[in-house]
Protein backbone atom coordinates (compact mmCIF):
# COMPACT_ATOMS: atom_id res chain seq x y z
CA UNK A 1 0.00 0.00 0.00
CA UNK A 2 1.08 3.50 -0.27
CA UNK A 3 2.31 5.84 2.04
CA UNK A 4 -1.00 8.63 3.35
CA UNK A 5 -0.40 11.45 1.19
CA UNK A 6 -2.03 14.61 3.14
CA UNK A 7 -2.16 17.87 1.96
CA UNK A 8 -2.13 20.42 5.40
CA UNK A 9 -4.22 23.31 4.46
CA UNK A 10 -2.42 26.35 3.38
CA UNK A 11 -3.33 30.01 4.71
CA UNK A 12 -0.78 32.99 2.59
CA UNK A 13 -1.39 35.39 5.64
CA UNK A 14 1.70 34.33 7.81
CA UNK A 15 3.49 32.63 4.74
CA UNK A 16 7.31 33.05 5.02
CA UNK A 17 8.25 35.49 2.12
CA UNK A 18 12.18 36.10 0.67
CA UNK A 19 12.35 39.14 -1.57
CA UNK A 20 15.38 39.43 -3.17
CA UNK A 21 14.18 42.65 -5.60
CA UNK A 22 11.77 45.28 -4.89
CA UNK A 23 8.86 45.75 -7.13
CA UNK A 24 9.92 47.78 -9.37
CA UNK A 25 12.89 45.94 -9.96
CA UNK A 26 10.92 43.23 -11.16
CA UNK A 27 9.17 45.12 -13.40
CA UNK A 28 12.17 46.35 -15.21
CA UNK A 29 13.50 42.85 -15.39
CA UNK A 30 10.10 42.16 -17.41
CA UNK A 31 10.39 45.24 -18.95
CA UNK A 32 13.90 44.10 -20.47
CA UNK A 33 12.27 40.57 -21.38
CA UNK A 34 9.24 42.43 -23.78
CA UNK A 35 12.41 44.58 -24.93
CA UNK A 36 14.54 41.55 -25.91
CA UNK A 37 11.45 39.83 -27.68
CA UNK A 38 10.75 43.03 -29.68
CA UNK A 39 13.89 44.30 -30.49
CA UNK A 40 15.88 40.91 -30.86
CA UNK A 41 13.36 38.56 -31.26
CA UNK A 42 13.57 35.12 -31.82
CA UNK A 43 14.88 32.37 -34.84
CA UNK A 44 12.09 30.55 -34.94
CA UNK A 45 12.54 27.51 -37.67
CA UNK A 46 9.09 26.86 -38.54
CA UNK A 47 6.35 27.71 -40.97
CA UNK A 48 3.51 27.89 -39.43
CA UNK A 49 4.11 29.12 -36.21
CA UNK A 50 5.72 32.06 -38.24
CA UNK A 51 2.75 32.20 -40.28
CA UNK A 52 0.33 32.27 -36.82
CA UNK A 53 3.08 34.79 -35.38
CA UNK A 54 2.74 36.97 -38.12
CA UNK A 55 -1.45 36.84 -38.33
CA UNK A 56 -1.09 38.02 -34.40
CA UNK A 57 1.06 40.87 -35.93
CA UNK A 58 4.25 39.93 -34.92
CA UNK A 59 6.98 41.06 -37.38
CA UNK A 60 8.19 37.82 -39.77
CA UNK A 61 11.31 37.11 -42.05
CA UNK A 62 10.51 34.25 -43.24
CA UNK A 63 13.97 33.52 -45.31
CA UNK A 64 15.92 34.25 -41.81
CA UNK A 65 13.36 32.50 -40.05
CA UNK A 66 13.34 35.62 -37.34
CA UNK A 67 9.92 36.57 -35.01
CA UNK A 68 10.17 40.22 -33.42
CA UNK A 69 7.25 40.04 -31.02
CA UNK A 70 5.22 43.53 -30.08
CA UNK A 71 4.50 43.93 -25.86
CA UNK A 72 1.54 43.78 -25.92
CA UNK A 73 0.56 40.87 -27.66
CA UNK A 74 3.11 38.40 -25.46
CA UNK A 75 1.44 40.57 -21.87
CA UNK A 76 -1.83 39.43 -23.72
CA UNK A 77 -0.82 36.16 -24.55
CA UNK A 78 0.36 35.96 -21.00
CA UNK A 79 -2.54 36.54 -19.32
CA UNK A 80 -4.18 33.80 -20.89
CA UNK A 81 -1.68 31.50 -19.05
CA UNK A 82 -3.73 29.51 -16.33
CA UNK A 83 -2.88 29.76 -12.53
CA UNK A 84 -3.76 27.00 -11.79
CA UNK A 85 -1.83 23.28 -13.12
CA UNK A 86 -3.66 20.15 -12.82
CA UNK A 87 -1.58 17.01 -12.21
CA UNK A 88 -3.55 13.54 -12.59
CA UNK A 89 -2.25 10.33 -11.77
CA UNK A 90 -3.05 6.84 -13.10
CA UNK A 91 -5.14 6.44 -10.05
CA UNK A 92 -7.26 9.47 -8.58
CA UNK A 93 -5.05 9.29 -4.77
CA UNK A 94 -2.33 10.93 -6.83
CA UNK A 95 -3.72 14.10 -8.53
CA UNK A 96 -3.21 16.85 -7.21
CA UNK A 97 -2.75 21.43 -7.67
CA UNK A 98 -0.24 23.11 -8.33
CA UNK A 99 -1.04 27.17 -7.54
CA UNK A 100 0.02 30.02 -6.00
CA UNK A 101 -1.54 29.57 -2.57
CA UNK A 102 -1.36 26.17 -2.14
CA UNK A 103 1.04 23.77 -0.81
CA UNK A 104 4.85 22.76 -1.94
CA UNK A 105 5.58 19.48 -4.60
CA UNK A 106 8.62 17.67 -5.14
CA UNK A 107 9.39 16.30 -8.88
CA UNK A 108 11.82 13.42 -9.86
CA UNK A 109 14.64 14.95 -11.34
CA UNK A 110 14.61 13.78 -15.41
CA UNK A 111 16.60 12.93 -18.04
CA UNK A 112 19.73 11.10 -16.26
CA UNK A 113 21.76 8.24 -18.09
CA UNK A 114 23.21 7.40 -15.20
CA UNK A 115 22.39 5.34 -11.94
CA UNK A 116 24.37 4.89 -8.16
CA UNK A 117 23.29 1.00 -7.22
CA UNK A 118 21.52 0.93 -4.47
CA UNK A 119 23.51 -2.48 -3.66
CA UNK A 120 27.42 -1.04 -3.84
CA UNK A 121 26.94 2.70 -4.02
CA UNK A 122 28.38 2.82 -7.59
CA UNK A 123 27.65 5.03 -10.52
CA UNK A 124 27.04 3.35 -13.86
CA UNK A 125 24.64 3.49 -17.05
CA UNK A 126 21.11 3.16 -15.97
CA UNK A 127 18.66 0.29 -17.73
CA UNK A 128 15.16 -0.22 -17.39
CA UNK A 129 15.37 -1.71 -14.29
CA UNK A 130 16.59 0.84 -12.47
CA UNK A 131 14.33 3.24 -13.76
CA UNK A 132 11.39 0.98 -12.87
CA UNK A 133 13.09 0.54 -9.53
CA UNK A 134 13.34 3.95 -9.09
CA UNK A 135 9.58 4.70 -9.97
CA UNK A 136 8.36 2.33 -7.25
CA UNK A 137 10.39 4.21 -4.52
CA UNK A 138 8.64 7.56 -6.18
CA UNK A 139 5.28 5.46 -6.05
CA UNK A 140 5.57 4.89 -2.14
CA UNK A 141 7.16 7.98 -0.98
CA UNK A 142 4.88 10.29 0.39
CA UNK A 143 6.55 14.10 -0.54
CA UNK A 144 7.72 12.62 -3.85
CA UNK A 145 4.43 13.79 -6.35
CA UNK A 146 5.74 13.79 -10.21
CA UNK A 147 7.94 10.65 -11.65
CA UNK A 148 10.42 11.46 -14.26
CA UNK A 149 12.68 9.43 -16.85
CA UNK A 150 15.72 8.17 -16.48
CA UNK A 151 17.47 7.17 -20.04
CA UNK A 152 18.60 4.00 -20.29
CA UNK A 153 21.34 1.92 -22.22
CA UNK A 154 19.24 -1.41 -22.53
CA UNK A 155 17.22 -0.38 -25.06
CA UNK A 156 17.22 0.71 -29.12
CA UNK A 157 19.06 4.50 -28.54
CA UNK A 158 16.21 6.40 -30.75
CA UNK A 159 13.70 4.90 -28.99
CA UNK A 160 14.77 5.03 -25.42
CA UNK A 161 12.16 7.51 -24.67
CA UNK A 162 9.58 5.73 -25.08
CA UNK A 163 10.50 2.81 -23.11
CA UNK A 164 10.88 5.03 -20.82
CA UNK A 165 7.22 6.33 -21.09
CA UNK A 166 6.47 2.85 -20.83
CA UNK A 167 8.15 1.47 -17.66
CA UNK A 168 6.74 4.92 -15.70
CA UNK A 169 3.21 3.87 -17.32
CA UNK A 170 3.36 0.38 -15.83
CA UNK A 171 5.73 0.55 -12.79
CA UNK A 172 4.33 3.81 -10.71
CA UNK A 173 1.10 5.98 -10.93
CA UNK A 174 2.36 9.33 -10.63
CA UNK A 175 1.76 12.17 -12.95
CA UNK A 176 4.78 12.00 -15.37
CA UNK A 177 6.67 15.03 -16.54
CA UNK A 178 9.71 14.26 -19.64
CA UNK A 179 10.47 14.79 -22.69
CA UNK A 180 10.39 13.08 -26.67
CA UNK A 181 13.26 12.71 -29.00
CA UNK A 182 11.64 13.49 -31.86
CA UNK A 183 7.80 14.71 -33.33
CA UNK A 184 7.25 10.90 -34.43
CA UNK A 185 8.04 9.71 -30.82
CA UNK A 186 5.90 11.95 -29.44
CA UNK A 187 3.25 10.80 -31.35
CA UNK A 188 3.87 7.28 -30.31
CA UNK A 189 3.80 8.32 -26.98
CA UNK A 190 0.63 9.79 -27.59
CA UNK A 191 -1.10 6.27 -28.81
CA UNK A 192 1.05 5.07 -25.46
CA UNK A 193 -1.53 7.52 -23.36
CA UNK A 194 -4.32 6.74 -25.10
CA UNK A 195 -4.09 3.06 -24.72
CA UNK A 196 -3.66 3.87 -20.78
CA UNK A 197 -6.27 6.38 -20.66
CA UNK A 198 -9.06 4.78 -22.98
CA UNK A 199 -10.10 7.56 -25.53
CA UNK A 200 -8.82 10.75 -26.46
CA UNK A 201 -11.70 12.25 -24.30
CA UNK A 202 -10.13 11.42 -21.04
CA UNK A 203 -6.09 11.88 -22.57
CA UNK A 204 -7.88 15.87 -23.30
CA UNK A 205 -9.70 16.21 -19.84
CA UNK A 206 -6.64 14.56 -17.78
CA UNK A 207 -3.58 13.87 -19.11
CA UNK A 208 -0.82 12.26 -17.28
CA UNK A 209 2.43 13.29 -18.92
CA UNK A 210 3.17 17.08 -18.48
CA UNK A 211 5.95 17.48 -22.17
CA UNK A 212 8.68 19.11 -21.40
CA UNK A 213 10.33 20.90 -24.32
CA UNK A 214 12.47 24.02 -24.44
CA UNK A 215 14.20 26.41 -26.57
CA UNK A 216 17.92 26.87 -27.70
CA UNK A 217 19.75 29.73 -25.61
CA UNK A 218 20.00 32.51 -26.74
CA UNK A 219 16.63 32.75 -28.39
CA UNK A 220 15.93 29.48 -31.02
CA UNK A 221 13.78 27.67 -31.25
CA UNK A 222 14.21 24.74 -33.58
CA UNK A 223 11.37 22.79 -36.52
CA UNK A 224 11.25 19.80 -34.52
CA UNK A 225 10.64 21.07 -30.85
CA UNK A 226 8.12 23.71 -32.38
CA UNK A 227 6.09 20.90 -34.81
CA UNK A 228 6.01 19.06 -30.77
CA UNK A 229 4.54 21.80 -28.95
CA UNK A 230 1.76 22.15 -32.38
CA UNK A 231 1.12 18.53 -31.30
CA UNK A 232 0.82 18.84 -27.60
CA UNK A 233 -1.87 21.80 -28.02
CA UNK A 234 -3.52 19.21 -30.39
CA UNK A 235 -4.17 16.93 -27.13
CA UNK A 236 -4.13 19.28 -24.34
CA UNK A 237 -1.02 18.14 -22.82
CA UNK A 238 0.65 20.41 -20.59
CA UNK A 239 4.03 21.92 -21.96
CA UNK A 240 6.43 23.10 -19.52
CA UNK A 241 9.72 25.22 -20.92
CA UNK A 242 12.91 24.51 -19.17
CA UNK A 243 14.58 27.29 -20.76
CA UNK A 244 18.51 26.77 -19.61
CA UNK A 245 20.85 29.61 -20.33
CA UNK A 246 24.40 29.63 -19.16
CA UNK A 247 25.33 32.32 -17.11
CA UNK A 248 28.47 33.46 -19.11
CA UNK A 249 28.27 31.17 -22.18
CA UNK A 250 24.42 31.02 -23.65
CA UNK A 251 23.58 33.92 -21.01
CA UNK A 252 25.06 36.93 -20.29
CA UNK A 253 27.22 36.92 -17.44
CA UNK A 254 25.27 39.12 -14.81
CA UNK A 255 22.36 38.17 -13.25
CA UNK A 256 20.20 40.11 -13.49
CA UNK A 257 21.04 39.92 -17.84
CA UNK A 258 20.29 35.99 -17.67
CA UNK A 259 17.06 36.06 -16.42
CA UNK A 260 16.10 39.18 -18.39
CA UNK A 261 17.04 36.84 -21.52
CA UNK A 262 15.59 33.59 -19.41
CA UNK A 263 12.04 35.33 -19.04
CA UNK A 264 12.54 36.59 -22.83
CA UNK A 265 12.87 33.28 -24.13
CA UNK A 266 10.07 31.59 -21.76
CA UNK A 267 7.11 34.47 -22.66
CA UNK A 268 8.04 34.06 -26.34
CA UNK A 269 7.38 30.36 -25.98
CA UNK A 270 4.09 31.14 -24.08
CA UNK A 271 2.81 33.78 -26.84
CA UNK A 272 3.32 30.92 -29.57
CA UNK A 273 1.86 28.00 -27.15
CA UNK A 274 -1.50 30.74 -26.20
CA UNK A 275 -1.58 31.36 -30.20
CA UNK A 276 -1.79 28.12 -30.78
CA UNK A 277 -4.30 26.62 -27.83
CA UNK A 278 -5.83 29.47 -25.86
CA UNK A 279 -5.46 28.44 -22.00
CA UNK A 280 -3.18 25.63 -22.62
CA UNK A 281 -1.57 25.16 -18.99
CA UNK A 282 2.11 26.08 -18.95
CA UNK A 283 4.20 25.68 -15.72
CA UNK A 284 6.26 28.81 -14.63
CA UNK A 285 9.08 27.04 -14.75
CA UNK A 286 12.73 28.54 -15.90
CA UNK A 287 15.75 26.92 -15.55
CA UNK A 288 19.00 29.21 -15.69
CA UNK A 289 22.40 27.93 -14.59
CA UNK A 290 25.86 29.10 -14.03
CA UNK A 291 29.27 28.41 -15.80
CA UNK A 292 31.98 27.63 -13.37
CA UNK A 293 34.26 29.70 -16.02
CA UNK A 294 37.88 27.66 -15.13
CA UNK A 295 36.72 24.42 -16.55
CA UNK A 296 33.26 25.36 -18.05
CA UNK A 297 31.17 22.78 -16.00
CA UNK A 298 27.75 23.83 -15.87
CA UNK A 299 26.48 24.46 -12.31
CA UNK A 300 23.39 23.38 -11.25
CA UNK A 301 23.40 24.67 -7.15
CA UNK A 302 26.04 27.06 -7.31
CA UNK A 303 24.86 29.77 -5.01
CA UNK A 304 24.27 32.79 -8.26
CA UNK A 305 22.21 29.35 -9.40
CA UNK A 306 20.54 29.44 -6.12
CA UNK A 307 19.81 33.48 -6.76
CA UNK A 308 17.91 32.72 -10.01
CA UNK A 309 15.65 30.51 -9.11
CA UNK A 310 14.70 32.48 -6.27
CA UNK A 311 14.23 35.52 -8.49
CA UNK A 312 12.28 34.30 -11.08
CA UNK A 313 10.51 32.33 -8.14
CA UNK A 314 9.53 35.87 -6.67
CA UNK A 315 8.78 36.85 -9.93
CA UNK A 316 6.41 34.70 -10.89
CA UNK A 317 4.60 34.88 -7.74
CA UNK A 318 4.04 38.78 -7.36
CA UNK A 319 3.83 39.95 -11.19
CA UNK A 320 2.27 37.13 -12.82
CA UNK A 321 0.56 35.41 -10.08
CA UNK A 322 1.34 31.89 -11.25
CA UNK A 323 2.95 29.11 -9.09
CA UNK A 324 6.93 29.16 -9.58
CA UNK A 325 8.57 26.06 -10.07
CA UNK A 326 12.75 25.54 -9.65
CA UNK A 327 15.16 22.89 -9.57
CA UNK A 328 15.06 23.21 -5.61
CA UNK A 329 16.72 19.66 -5.40
CA UNK A 330 19.21 19.88 -7.82
CA UNK A 331 22.88 19.55 -6.92
CA UNK A 332 26.29 19.46 -8.30
CA UNK A 333 27.32 16.55 -5.65
CA UNK A 334 28.94 13.37 -5.98
CA UNK A 335 29.20 12.61 -2.13
CA UNK A 336 26.53 12.95 0.17
CA UNK A 337 27.30 15.97 2.12
CA UNK A 338 27.49 17.94 -0.70
CA UNK A 339 24.36 16.72 -1.98
CA UNK A 340 22.83 17.34 1.70
CA UNK A 341 23.62 20.85 2.11
CA UNK A 342 22.53 22.18 -1.80
CA UNK A 343 19.75 20.88 -1.86
CA UNK A 344 18.41 21.97 1.42
CA UNK A 345 19.92 25.37 0.34
CA UNK A 346 18.12 25.27 -2.45
CA UNK A 347 14.43 24.13 -1.68
CA UNK A 348 14.01 26.72 1.24
CA UNK A 349 15.46 29.37 -1.21
CA UNK A 350 12.63 28.42 -3.77
CA UNK A 351 10.17 27.51 -0.77
CA UNK A 352 10.61 31.02 0.99
CA UNK A 353 10.34 32.57 -2.52
CA UNK A 354 6.94 31.30 -3.33
CA UNK A 355 8.05 28.41 -5.50
CA UNK A 356 5.87 25.54 -5.29
CA UNK A 357 7.47 22.87 -7.06
CA UNK A 358 10.70 21.50 -6.38
CA UNK A 359 12.57 19.59 -9.18
CA UNK A 360 15.02 17.14 -8.83
CA UNK A 361 14.42 14.61 -6.30
CA UNK A 362 16.88 11.39 -5.88
CA UNK A 363 19.14 13.63 -8.43
CA UNK A 364 22.74 14.16 -8.11
CA UNK A 365 25.52 15.43 -10.18
CA UNK A 366 23.72 17.71 -11.94
CA UNK A 367 21.36 15.75 -14.11
CA UNK A 368 23.66 13.25 -14.70
CA UNK A 369 22.71 10.82 -12.23
CA UNK A 370 19.84 9.51 -9.97
CA UNK A 371 20.52 7.48 -6.77
CA UNK A 372 17.72 5.81 -4.93
CA UNK A 373 19.38 6.50 -1.59
CA UNK A 374 19.23 10.18 -2.08
CA UNK A 375 15.94 10.15 -3.36
CA UNK A 376 14.66 8.75 0.19
CA UNK A 377 16.59 11.23 1.55
CA UNK A 378 15.12 14.08 -0.81
CA UNK A 379 11.71 13.19 0.19
CA UNK A 380 12.61 13.75 3.66
CA UNK A 381 14.26 16.95 3.09
CA UNK A 382 10.62 17.52 1.29
CA UNK A 383 9.04 16.76 4.24
CA UNK A 384 11.25 19.02 6.60
CA UNK A 385 10.78 22.11 3.70
CA UNK A 386 7.14 21.69 3.54
CA UNK A 387 6.95 21.93 7.16
CA UNK A 388 9.35 25.00 7.47
CA UNK A 389 6.96 27.06 4.76
CA UNK A 390 3.98 26.22 6.68
CA UNK A 391 2.49 28.93 8.70
CA UNK A 392 2.59 29.01 12.32
CA UNK A 393 -1.90 29.30 12.77
CA UNK A 394 -2.38 31.30 15.99
CA UNK A 395 -5.76 30.95 16.47
CA UNK A 396 -7.90 30.65 20.52
CA UNK A 397 -7.08 26.97 20.44
CA UNK A 398 -3.40 27.11 19.45
CA UNK A 399 -2.52 30.19 21.95
CA UNK A 400 -3.67 27.70 24.13
CA UNK A 401 -4.65 30.09 27.18
CA UNK A 402 -7.12 27.90 28.91
CA UNK A 403 -4.70 24.90 28.95
CA UNK A 404 -1.97 27.41 30.43
CA UNK A 405 -4.36 28.10 32.59
CA UNK A 406 -5.40 24.31 33.27
CA UNK A 407 -1.98 23.28 34.14
CA UNK A 408 -0.36 26.52 36.06
CA UNK A 409 2.64 26.93 37.40
CA UNK A 410 4.92 24.42 37.58
CA UNK A 411 2.45 21.36 36.42
CA UNK A 412 3.28 19.51 32.91
CA UNK A 413 1.28 19.00 29.75
CA UNK A 414 1.93 15.82 28.51
CA UNK A 415 -1.13 14.37 29.58
CA UNK A 416 -3.54 16.63 28.54
CA UNK A 417 -5.93 15.99 25.18
CA UNK A 418 -4.92 19.70 23.83
CA UNK A 419 -1.49 17.62 23.51
CA UNK A 420 -2.59 14.71 22.14
CA UNK A 421 -4.36 16.06 19.47
CA UNK A 422 -2.11 18.00 18.38
CA UNK A 423 0.35 15.91 18.29
CA UNK A 424 -1.86 13.42 15.89
CA UNK A 425 -2.51 16.44 13.66
CA UNK A 426 1.55 16.98 13.08
CA UNK A 427 2.09 20.18 15.17
CA UNK A 428 5.57 18.61 16.27
CA UNK A 429 7.17 16.76 13.01
CA UNK A 430 9.96 13.84 13.55
CA UNK A 431 12.17 13.84 10.86
CA UNK A 432 12.43 9.77 10.26
CA UNK A 433 16.21 9.54 9.07
CA UNK A 434 17.58 11.93 11.26
CA UNK A 435 19.71 10.94 14.63
CA UNK A 436 16.92 11.96 17.67
CA UNK A 437 17.55 10.74 21.28
CA UNK A 438 20.68 10.06 22.98
CA UNK A 439 24.28 9.09 22.00
CA UNK A 440 23.86 5.47 24.14
CA UNK A 441 20.73 4.47 21.81
CA UNK A 442 22.32 5.82 18.84
CA UNK A 443 24.91 3.35 20.17
CA UNK A 444 22.84 0.40 20.62
CA UNK A 445 20.95 0.70 17.50
CA UNK A 446 23.98 0.20 15.56
CA UNK A 447 25.71 3.86 14.75
CA UNK A 448 23.83 4.17 11.28
CA UNK A 449 24.76 6.95 9.39
CA UNK A 450 21.74 8.92 7.32
CA UNK A 451 22.82 7.37 4.45
CA UNK A 452 22.48 4.06 5.70
CA UNK A 453 19.18 4.57 7.21
CA UNK A 454 18.01 5.73 3.92
CA UNK A 455 19.70 2.88 2.74
CA UNK A 456 17.61 0.32 4.20
CA UNK A 457 14.38 1.84 4.14
CA UNK A 458 14.96 2.02 0.70
CA UNK A 459 15.37 -1.76 0.38
CA UNK A 460 12.37 -2.20 2.46
CA UNK A 461 10.03 -0.17 0.38
CA UNK A 462 11.22 -2.26 -2.85
CA UNK A 463 10.44 -5.58 -0.34
CA UNK A 464 7.23 -4.72 0.04
CA UNK A 465 5.58 -2.01 -1.58
CA UNK A 466 3.23 -3.13 -4.57
CA UNK A 467 2.47 -1.24 -7.43
CA UNK A 468 -1.05 -2.04 -9.01
CA UNK A 469 -0.23 -3.25 -12.74
CA UNK A 470 -2.26 -2.11 -15.45
CA UNK A 471 -4.20 -4.54 -17.20
CA UNK A 472 -2.78 -7.45 -19.71
CA UNK A 473 -4.33 -5.92 -22.19
CA UNK A 474 -2.86 -2.46 -22.12
CA UNK A 475 0.39 -4.05 -21.49
CA UNK A 476 0.32 -5.88 -24.64
CA UNK A 477 -0.79 -2.89 -26.35
CA UNK A 478 1.89 -0.41 -24.85
CA UNK A 479 4.49 -3.68 -25.74
CA UNK A 480 2.97 -3.84 -29.09
CA UNK A 481 3.87 0.20 -29.81
CA UNK A 482 7.25 -0.77 -28.96
CA UNK A 483 8.27 -3.45 -30.83
CA UNK A 484 6.95 -1.35 -34.23
CA UNK A 485 8.69 1.78 -33.12
CA UNK A 486 11.85 -0.22 -33.28
CA UNK A 487 10.86 -2.44 -36.41
CA UNK A 488 10.55 1.10 -38.00
CA UNK A 489 13.94 2.38 -37.19
CA UNK A 490 15.57 -1.12 -38.60
CA UNK A 491 14.39 -0.07 -41.45
CA UNK A 492 16.14 3.52 -41.56
Known sequence: MSLPRTEPEISTLSMPNLRLFQTED?????????????????????????????AAEAKVDFQKHRVWFPPDLVEAKLRLVPKRIEYHGRTPEFDFVCEPNGDIYGQVGGGSTGYIDLASGQYRRACLADLREFSILGDALPNTHVAAALFCEDTLEANTDLYCLQTL??????????????????????????????????????????LELSPISPLALM????????????YNIPVLFPVMPNAGVTGPITLAGTLAQALAEWLGMVTLTQLARPG?????????????????????????????MAGLAQLGKELYGLAPQGN?????????????????????????????MMIGSGEVEGVVSCDPVQLVIDDEIMAITRRLLRPIAVNEDTLALDEIERVGPGGQFLDSDHTLRHHRSGELMRAKLFEHGSRNSWLTDGSKTLVERAREKARKILASHQVPPLADEVTDELHAILRKADEECDLV
Open 26 to 54: LQRIHQAALEILERVGMLVNHSEAMQLLE
Open 169 to 210: LESQRLPISTNAFSLGNLRKMIEMLLVVQGSRQELEKGPLMH
Open 223 to 234: EDEASQLFLACE
Open 280 to 308: LPIPFFIDPVVADMHSMAVQFAAPEAGLL
Open 328 to 356: GLCTDGFSYPQTLFQKAQNALLLGLAGGK
